[in-house]
């Protein structure tokens, strides 16, 4: 069974630094573009970060300059850099491929509060 595996969520401080990481169980990795995505509680799912294969990343205006997403081809693994954590960050972050073709994994949650 394809599974994204989340990994690397927590509780931090305004202004500090996370690092998420996303294991991917599936041949669509190496060929697809990949994102992060994450839903706060109340709010629909949004895609924060996404990433093509050859290494060309995109940014959701909220997270620009404060994040950064990356990828290992031949580990099949997808991360977050996080830094300038925001209250407005706090939510469950995802990984899959944009657009979404593989079920939801469970996500790591991240808050961040003083």
């Known amino acids: 069974q394809v599974r994204m595996v989340e990994s690397g969520g927590g509780l931090v401080q305004p202004g500090g630094s996370l690092r998420l990481s996303c294991a991917a169980s599936t041949n669509l990795f190496s060929t697809n573009v990949m994102g992060w995505y994450r839903r706060a509680p109340g709010q629909p799912r949004e895609l924060v970060a996404r990433i093509t294969s050859g290494g060309s990343a995109v940014y959701a205006d909220s997270v620009k300059g404060r994040f950064t997403i990356s990828r290992d081809n031949v580990k099949k693994t997808v991360y977050l850099q996080m830094n300038g954590l925001k209250p407005e960050d706090t939510a469950i972050y995802y990984c899959?491929?944009?657009?979404?073709?593989?079920?939801w994994g469970q996500g790591t949650q991240v808050t961040v509060s003083s």
């Open positions: 899959n491929t944009v657009p979404q073709l593989i079920t």
